[in-house]
């Protein structure tokens, strides 16, 4: 566990020389092997190894085996010249050895081999990073929301939330890579040799291997996504009610050493990772722009590819070379008779036509009346527009230092207050329809720092100037 302002070591649970064998110029033969050992003797897809570990003959036979599919590699130093197969086998068994991938243990009078349990973990999550496909935005938010579920009715633990803050945070971080991923693709496949190659490449990595799984869906009603309001009430729930002692009573016997501090900075944490599910909209518009961009240049290439001659590149070479190649009296320059850079050549000076006069036209000045009129017209149109400042102000004046206020409580004391309480009313039926507000709500620019949700089951209430359904105004807790 971590505390703000500080960062554990990576090389305090992993040996320091860990990455020795990726970072040699046979990294790529290194890492293929390492996938190998750890899918047939280590990995979850491997036969149980005994508690002792394997003979270190086994281990060595196997990259012996490896190296006959795998050959060959470059000369590093520490390696021998013309060395036999089995020679070479050890060379890479005692260099993952020394590296900490592989542990060597003496029981009785053989040598075991295993891998540490820490280095396996870490080899998996990169064997899981460098497999990593399309993202299904539906799958996660649908898990975070059912084990928050089980929270909230009692059915689960602290471990629950915990899982659920991880996946919303590992959930946020692919959305925002995946930006990236799209930009940097095009100029990769722009080095493309032929619109064949461009168009294959295209479609096979850009839309099967960086895309969402679910992108096209994402948008829809009845996408999970569009209940990410219902996982923001349940968060909002476990703040507000006793729930959040028990949570942290449970971090602080399992996690926090029955520490109340350090048990509420991970609760905290678990709650603000949660807390923001409220920026994926921001997200989904970037890559909405990227994606759109994206799309543009591949057609625009392809546009390009199309429309130019075939093979300009060799037909460009090949006069240069027949211009080098031919005789001189033949490289004659194809212009017309006379001096070629001769005065009667330059371009005739353009011509700037004379202007037209214009008369302008007559003035008149409007009277006191007039000016009096479009004044108050001025005035009555600004008292009636609602800017995100001016329902800043009327929301802040309620809310103050509270997590959340009831419509009941709201004050209507001139026409910009009025105005401010048709727009929050406006804004809680229109987040009431199935998904929540729509984002191209023009409407949405004045949610700033808080959120509008209908009261369903209340009844309408009655005010001096209209009778409207009853809604609240909740705060939106800020990330850290």
Request: net charge neutral.
């Amino acid at each position: 566990m971590t505390t703000a302002g500080t960062s554990l070591s990576l090389f305090k649970l992993v040996p320091g020389e860990l990455f020795r064998p990726l970072a040699s110029p046979n990294r790529e033969h290194h890492w293929l092997l390492l996938c190998r050992l750890f899918d047939e003797f280590f990995g979850p897809d491997a036969p149980m190894p005994p508690s002792v570990g394997l003979p270190r003959r086994e281990i060595t036979a196997a990259i012996e085996r490896y190296l006959l599919t795998d050959d060959p590699w470059e000369t590093e130093e520490g390696d021998i010249p013309d060395a036999p197969l089995p020679a070479r086998a050890q060379t890479l068994y005692e260099r993952f050895r020394s590296a900490g991938w592989l542990r060597q243990e003496r029981v009785g009078a053989r040598e075991m081999v295993s891998m540490p349990p820490l280095v396996a973990q870490f080899l998996s999550t990169l064997i899981d990073f460098s497999e990593h496909g399309p993202t299904f935005v539906s799958a996660k938010v649908r898990s975070i929301e059912l084990q928050l579920q089980q929270v909230v009715e009692g059915r689960a633990g602290a471990d629950a939330l915990d899982e659920a803050a991880d996946q919303a945070r590992k959930l946020l971080v692919s959305l925002s890579s995946m930006s990236l991923q799209v930009r940097d693709l095009m100029p990769e496949l722009s080095k493309a040799e032929s619109t064949a190659q461009f168009a294959r490449q295209w479609f096979e990595r850009y839309v099967g291997q960086f895309f969402i799984g679910d992108y096209a869906d994402l948008h829809r009603a009845d996408h999970p996504l569009a209940r990410r309001s219902s996982i923001l009430a349940m968060v909002q729930q476990i703040e507000s009610t006793d729930l959040r002692d028990r949570l942290q009573s449970w971090y602080g016997e399992h996690l926090g050493g029955h520490d109340p501090e350090r048990a509420s900075h991970r609760l905290q944490r678990s709650l603000r990772r949660l807390h923001e599910l409220d920026r994926i909209g921001e997200y989904l518009g970037r890559l909405d722009d990227d994606i759109r961009q994206a799309n543009r240049r591949a057609l625009a290439f392809i546009d390009y590819r199309l429309r130019a001659p075939d093979k300009l590149d060799v037909l460009l070479q090949r006069a240069c070379r027949g211009a080098l190649n031919a005789p001189e009296e033949a490289l004659r320059m194809p212009v017309g008779p006379g001096g070629l850079m001769g005065a009667e050549r330059l371009r005739a000076p353009r011509q700037k036509p004379q202007t037209i006069a214009r008369s302008a036209n007559s003035s008149q000045q409007p009277t006191a009346e007039q000016l009096a009129r479009l004044s108050l017209l001025r005035r009555i149109k600004r008292a009636r527009l609602v800017t995100p400042e001016d329902m800043a102000r009327y929301v802040g004046r309620h809310l103050e230092q509270q997590a959340s206020v009831d419509s009941s409580v709201l004050s209507i004391d001139s026409i910009e207050d009025f105005r401010a309480y048709q727009t929050l009313l406006t804004l809680a039926l229109r987040s009431h329809r199935q998904g929540g507000l729509r984002r191209e709500d023009p409407l949405g620019r004045l949610l700033r720092g808080f959120r509008v949700e209908l009261v369903a089951d209340a009844g309408p209430l009655d005010t001096p100037h209209l009778s409207a359904s009853r809604f609240v105004i909740h705060r939106i807790q800020k990330a850290a």
